[in-house]
């Protein structure tokens, strides 16, 4: 009670009371449980840090914790394939649409950008870098995507006059403070308004076994650099490791793992313990033999020893108990339960498909927020400068992404379904061909082709595949 009330209660006990009373009710009403402070919230941490304050200082521990979890625990590993199979597969595959004119050029220099041509390496071709940038996303938390320019005059076989390196986070100077007015946080440099402006990277990585020259950091411009991460906060523009929020469940649940089969280990053993009578003589060879106990052998005992077989423990809950942790594992990398445990016991079609479909949300979303959206925009970007550079301006084109071929979970009933909605208006025959991973160009072209060949060859065109399905009745749908 604050003075005031005290000095009412004093004169007027009952008007004090009230007052009193009110208050309680007051703190009661307008109370969040989860806000509260005691026991059942002890430990609970709720700094009010922005997104990227939450993990600084902590990127480099989670980064290297994230990589070992990856390396040697196979659900940490299977969770990442998992994520990165679905998102990228075979790849992300670019189309062009463009006049007669420029189609021609421009898909003849494309090959720049999806061979091996485009890697400062030699070696990754356009899939391969995706599969590599999501897999580092999912492990670091974020990764870079470094231009450098190339003198086509020494580099002969380039169509275009630039290559891209794949840089991992580790390599940004966490020395640097600051550029001129502009601050410098864990090697990025942020400009004026908060966006950032460029990255103070180093000439090798760090953590290299052997470094060919001393250790230095340049500034590369923001526009030559991709920055790839999943953004969940306004403001954010750091990345964290996928696993942070399942590290310790995982963790706890491999150790758990471990001391399951080590108890197993000591269940498949068969141990004796010899039991003397007081007063017995032990021989120098006592219990001789009883260390190579095999099927149907025959061990004598001295007198005065009786064998006592020791009772292995059992291993009890373990099924039950890795389904629930890994269930909370799959939930937390927002993939199936299925999908990371490999256990497929307790799925229908309708189970199956109903988890797809949640996932298969979450993938879509990060094929267009992250490998779309940021990576290959950014390499659309670079190619569109690079066609500039090399003496093809005014080319007029679009460049479309079609992510890879969806799974379906069952084809016989998936498929009549999508023909069905594009028959009712519902959707276009263009859309639902990249909603399965395929290119509608290119399924044009090929089935254009195979009518010429078929025509030369004087074979007759195959029947057209039914809208939809048979009925019970022997009625299709679209002749009722």
């Known amino acids: ?43 609970w941490k709720a700094p009010g840090s922005s997104a990227d304050a939450a993990a600084y200082g902590s990127r480099v521990r989670l980064r290297n914790m994230s990589r070992d979890f990856v390396r040697n625990r196979a659900y940490a590993a299977r969770g990442k394939d998992v994520i990165v199979a679905n998102v990228v597969g075979e790849g992300i595959t670019p189309s062009i649409r463009a006049g007669e004119n420029a189609k021609g050029t421009v898909a003849e220099l494309l090959a720049h950008l999806t061979s091996t041509d485009i890697d400062a390496l030699g070696e990754y071709d356009l899939s391969e870098m995706q599969g590599i940038v999501m897999s580092t996303v999912f492990t670091d938390g974020e990764v870079l995507v470094r231009r450098r320019m190339r003198n086509t005059r020494f580099s002969r076989n380039l169509r275009l006059p630039y290559q891209v390196e794949l840089i991992e986070a580790d390599l940004l100077d966490t020395t640097i403070q600051s550029w001129g ?19 103070h990277l180093f000439n090798e990585h760090p953590g290299a076994v052997q470094t060919r020259k001393a250790l230095t950091s340049t500034r590369v411009h923001w526009s030559d650099v991709i920055h790839v991460r999943r953004f969940d906060r306004p403001g954010q523009l750091r990345g964290v490791p996928w696993l942070a929020p399942v590290m310790m469940t995982l ?99 309708s189970s199956g498909r109903m988890g797809r479909m949640e996932m298969d949300r979450l993938v879509r979303m990060w094929q267009r927020n992250l490998m779309i959206g940021q990576f290959c925009l950014g390499m659309e970007r670079w190619f569109r400068e690079g066609l500039a550079l090399a003496g093809h301006r005014g080319l007029t084109f679009e460049m479309d992404w079609t992510p890879p071929r969806r799974i379906l979970v069952d084809p016989t009933k998936e498929i009549p379904a999508m023909i069905e909605e594009i028959g009712a208006g519902l959707n276009s025959r263009q859309r639902t061909q990249r909603e399965l991973g395929r290119d509608p160009d290119t399924i044009r072209q090929e089935r254009a082709q195979d009518a010429e060949a078929d025509k030369a060859s004087g074979l007759k065109t195959s029947p057209k595949p039914k809208a939809a399905p048979t009925t019970d009745q022997g009625e299709t749908d679209e002749g009722q």
Request: charged share 20%.
């Open 181 to 199: 007015d502009n601050l410098v946080v864990e090697g990025v440099e942020y400009g004026p308004t908060g966006a950032i402006e460029a990255y």
């Open 1 to 43: 009670m604050n003075p005031l009330d005290s000095m009412i209660g004093f004169f007027n006990p009952g008007a004090g009371l009230r007052r009193a009373r009110a208050r309680a009710q007051t703190k009661v009403l307008m109370n969040y449980d989860a806000a509260s402070r005691g026991r059942r919230t002890y430990g």
């Open 251 to 349: 963790g706890e649940l491999s150790d758990y793992q471990e001391a399951q089969i080590l108890k197993q280990r000591m269940a498949a053993l068969m141990a004796v313990v010899v039991e003397w009578e007081d007063g017995a003589q032990r021989p120098a060879n006592a219990g001789q033999g009883l260390e190579e106990l095999a099927p149907g052998a025959v061990v004598d005992l001295p007198v005065g020893a009786k064998p006592h077989f020791t009772e292995p423990p059992t291993v009890d809950g373990y099924d039950d108990f890795m389904r629930r942790g890994l269930a909370t594992v799959a939930v937390g990398l927002g993939i199936t339960y299925e999908s990371l445990a490999g256990d497929l016991r307790s799925v229908n079609f």
